[in-house]
C-alpha cells in the first residue's frame, strides 16, 4: 500500500488526485489531505440546490463536485479527509465499515469511544464527526471520508443553508446531521496535523507493506491536467447538475416585487418567466428570450442583462438587482 503524502490544500487539486490515483495506479493507497474552505458536492447533486451563493461568494469559498454519491459537505483546514484506493473483485469492493475501521481504532488509542452508525457515517455521543462516500470504477474501489477536528461549525452551517422551497428537482438531497469535531472530545489538546500523523503511523503498523510515496513532476503535471479539464471547470462542478426547476422572488424597495421562474437542464436555461407586481414600458418577453439557452451562470446573465435599459422593463430596477433573482 502506498501512503501518498499530499501537501495541496486546492480542493480543485485534491479531488482531481483522487480520480487520477484511481484510474492510473494499480497499487492499494491511502491518503490524507486537508481543503482550504470548500463546499464539496456529491456527484448526483445539484449544486445550486445544495449551497447558500450569497455566502459562498462573499467569502471566497471554492465549489468542487466529486466522484462519489452522497450529499454536500463543508471542508477547511480544520477537517481532515482520508482515502482509501484498494483493488478487488465483486460486491466486496463496497464496505464502509472495513475503510472507517483503522479510524476508529485510531480514536480508541485516545480513549474516545466512536461509533459506526448508519450507512456511512461515524459518530461520537451520538453526534456525526465523519461522513463517508465511495466510487468504483471497473476492478478498483475509492473510499473517502471526511473527519470534523477542529472546523469552524458556524461555517459550516452558513455555507450549506440554503432555502428549501427555491428548487424542485429530483436530484440526491443533503440531510442535516448533529455534527460535533473530534477536537472536544480529546483528553489532551492536539493538533490536526498531530492527530493525521497518528493515523498515518497506524496505517503503517496495521499494512505491513505500507510505503510513503511522494508526488512526481509528472504526477503533479497529470493531477492540474484533470484540474483545468474538469475539476476547475463549471461544467462539472455546476452544468453537471440533475435539470431543476428555480423559483425566487426578490423584493424591493423601489420596484415592488420581483419573481424569477427557471428550467435548467444540463446546466443551461433551457425557459425562463419573470412575473411581480412591478411596472415597466416595455414587455419582459425580450429579456426571457436573450436569457433562454444560455448556461446558469451568475456572469453569462449579468452580460446579457447588461445589453438592456432594465429600468425599461422594471421600473427602477438595474441588473445588478435582477441577477439576484436568478440564484
Known amino acids: ?42 456527484k448526483h447533486q445539484n449544486t445550486l440546490a445544495e449551497i447558500n ?84 470504477w471497473k476492478n478498483r474501489v475509492l473510499h473517502h471520508g471526511t ?39 480529546l483528553k489532551e489538546p492536539m493538533g490536526v496535523l498531530d492527530f ?8 503503517l503498523e496495521k499494512f505491513p507493506d505500507a510505503q510513503y510515496y511522494d508526488l512526481t513532476q509528472e504526477d503533479h503535471g497529470n493531477i492540474e491536467s484533470l484540474v483545468r479539464t474538469k475539476y476547475g471547470t463549471w461544467e462539472w462542478n455546476f452544468g453537471y447538475s440533475p435539470k431543476y426547476n428555480l423559483r425566487k422572488i426578490i423584493r424591493t424597495t423601489s ?5 424569477v421562474n427557471l428550467f435548467v437542464q444540463n446546466g443551461t436555461i433551457t425557459s425562463i418567466r419573470i412575473f411581480g407586481d412591478f411596472f415597466g414600458r416595455l414587455d419582459t418577453d425580450d429579456l426571457e428570450k436573450a436569457l433562454t439557452n444560455v448556461p446558469h451562470t451568475e456572469q453569462t446573465i449579468i452580460d446579457k442583462l447588461k445589453t438592456f435599459n432594465i429600468d425599461d422593463y422594471i ?13
Open 1 to 42: 500500500m502506498l501512503i501518498i503524502s499530499r501537501n495541496s490544500t486546492d480542493p480543485y487539486f485534491n479531488l482531481a488526485a483522487e480520480e487520477y490515483f484511481l484510474k492510473h495506479f494499480t497499487d492499494d493507497c491511502f491518503m490524507l489531505w486537508r481543503n482550504d474552505p470548500s463546499i464539496i458536492v456529491g
Open 196 to 203: 493525521a500523523k497518528m493515523i498515518n503511523d497506524h496505517i
Open 315 to 327: 421600473k427602477n430596477c438595474t441588473a445588478e438587482e435582477l441577477i439576484k433573482g436568478f440564484f
Open 53 to 136: 451563493v450569497d455566502y459562498i461568494k462573499a467569502n471566497n469559498i471554492k465549489v468542487v463536485r466529486r466522484l462519489s454519491g452522497g450529499g454536500a459537505v463543508f471542508h477547511d483546514l480544520g477537517n481532515l479527509n482520508f482515502t482509501f484506493i484498494e483493488t478487488g473483485s465483486g460486491e466486496g469492493l463496497v464496505d464502509f465499515r472495513k475503510y472507517t475501521l483503522p479510524i476508529l481504532e485510531v480514536l480508541q488509542k485516545l480513549g474516545i469511544e466512536a461509533r459506526f452508525e448508519g450507512r456511512n457515517d461515524l459518530t461520537i455521543e451520538g453526534k456525526k464527526f465523519s461522513g463517508n462516500a465511495e466510487s468504483v
Open 255 to 259: 420596484s415592488g416585487t420581483i419573481e
Open 147 to 185: 473527519l470534523l477536528f477542529s472546523s469552524k461549525m458556524a461555517d459550516l452551517s452558513r455555507a450549506l443553508k440554503v432555502n428549501p422551497l427555491k428548487f424542485s428537482d429530483k436530484a440526491v438531497k443533503s440531510v442535516p446531521s448533529r455534527v460535533t469535531n473530534i477536537s472536544g472530545h
